[in-house]
């Protein structure tokens, strides 16, 4: 998921004389490093943009689309991010009733040979941004955090491990309050016993 804000356009592409890597380059690597972990194909998000690329397999296909977008205005993450893992908990809320019910039918013996209900795939994200959501002048609110504290409770309520769901910030430039709300986000899961 890439940050499509303003503040971001500036960092799309490498900054040769400050020796830095640009947005471009880290959805070339981490396409290269996470599309032999899904054989599905990579979806690619912006935090407002319309376009999507869903299941791309062809990394290049990635950075072209993150090279053409247009890095305009003021961002957050309470629309798409929070929709994909609004989604997610939603499947997790739906396979831990699917296995409640399982185990009761299993103890009254009927319907014996159902299958088990599975887990969703899990979950990677990795979002790219400088967290200057809509308040850059200010140290503004807590965005996705009752998000993650609810997906938090989806694991644990169906018994998954921490490996089940990543969520990975990766932050560029060093806007102080964009520094402040990553590293608050990244503390979130931890200071809620899982640390994603």
């Known amino acids: 998921m890439v940050d499509d804000c303003r ?6 592409r490498a900054s040769r004389d400050k020796h830095e890597s640009g947005v471009a380059d880290y959805i070339d690597l981490l396409g290269y490093m996470v599309k032999s972990y899904d054989p599905d194909g990579i979806d ?16 290049k296909r990635l950075v072209s689309s993150v ?6 205005g003021l961002s957050n993450p309470q629309g798409t991010l929070r929709g994909i893992l609004e989604a997610y908990t939603r499947k997790l809320k739906a396979y831990t009733t699917e296995s409640a ?16 209900p599975k887990l969703p795939n899990p979950l990677s994200v990795y979002v790219l941004t400088d967290g200057v959501w809509e308040s850059p002048d200010s140290a ?5 955090d009752d998000t993650i504290k609810e997906l938090i409770e989806a694991l ?3 018994g998954c491990k921490r490996v089940q ?32």
């Open 44 to 59: 690619l998000h912006y935090f407002h943009s319309r376009e999507v690329i869903k299941r791309c397999k062809e990394v």
């Open 101 to 116: 019910d399982y185990r009761k039918r299993i103890r009254r013996m009927s319907k014996l040979f159902s299958a088990a």
């Open 165 to 196: 769901v990543g969520i990975q910030f990766i932050r560029f430039g060093s806007h102080t309050y964009g520094v402040e709300r990553l590293e608050a986000l990244d503390r979130l899961g931890t200071t809620h016993g899982m640390e994603l």
């Open 140 to 144: 503004g609110g807590e965005y996705i």
């Open 156 to 158: 644990r309520s169906a």
């Open 67 to 72: 090279n053409g977008t247009k890095f305009e």
């Open 7 to 12: 503040s971001m356009g500036k960092m799309r």
